[in-house]
Each structure stands twice: as structure tokens, then as C-alpha cells.
């Protein structure tokens, strides 16, 4: 009888499960940005997108900040389908905050979040 173990063929089988998702496993995929905001400088009452484009196991929701603080969308400012913020009318209407500032997006999805680079939008002065 001979005493040498011998590797079991389901060792094979039990690597291919590990690499296979199955429904209700604890298997998914990494959150990363496929686009991120750049800094941009605009003219007052110009439009703006702010890209943000992440891609992860669905449902991927993004929201924006603003100098640490979340972006409140309105009638001027809102998320697009895809993740990018558009801005109509930078600058602000009058008795608004202005719209200069650090931008980030947070992507969030069912295993946790990340958050983009900052990009700083800048409003040219009219000289």
C-alpha cells in the first residue's frame, strides 16, 4: 500500500468554482471609473458636462460633490443618464452660490463606493 498522497481531481473543480459566479455566490466584479471629471474653465452662462462614467455589477448609482458637499440638482443642474453632470448656465443666477469649485462623482453599487479624482471647474472672468 503505498503511503504518498495523492492530489484529489476535485482540487481542479473546486479552483473552477471559485472563478465562476453563481447566482446568490459572493461574486462580483470591481468598481472602477471608465471616465472621470477633468478640470474645465467655462464662461458665465456657458453649459458644462462634467463626465463621470463608472462601471461595476448593476444597479451603479452616481452622485456629485461639490467642495465635500452633494451637489443639489434643480432646473440648471442635473445628473445625466450616464453618470456625467451638466451644468446650463454656470455662474449662477442671481442670489445663487456660484458654480467654481472642486467636483467629484461617488460611484456607489450593492459591495460599497468610490470616489473620482477632483476636478476644478474655474469661470473665466470677462475682461
Request: positive net charge; aromatic residues 8%.
Amino acid at each position: 500500500m503505498a503511503t504518498g498522497r495523492r492530489s484529489a481531481p476535485g482540487g481542479m473543480l473546486l479552483l473552477w468554482a471559485a472563478l465562476l459566479c453563481f447566482p446568490g455566490s459572493w461574486c462580483f466584479s470591481e468598481l472602477l471609473f471608465v471616465k472621470g471629471p477633468q478640470d474645465v474653465i467655462v464662461t458665465r452662462r456657458e453649459s458644462v458636462v462634467l463626465d463621470c462614467q463608472a462601471h461595476g455589477d448593476a444597479p451603479v448609482t452616481v452622485r456629485w460633490m461639490k467642495n465635500g458637499v452633494k451637489v443639489p440638482e434643480n432646473d440648471r443642474i442635473s445628473t445625466l443618464h450616464n453618470g456625467s453632470l451638466y451644468i446650463c448656465e454656470v455662474g449662477g443666477r442671481k442670489g445663487e452660490q456660484s458654480d467654481e469649485g472642486f467636483y467629484q462623482c461617488l460611484a456607489l453599487y450593492k459591495y460599497g463606493a468610490i470616489l473620482s479624482q477632483r476636478a476644478h471647474l474655474s469661470i473665466a472672468s470677462n475682461r
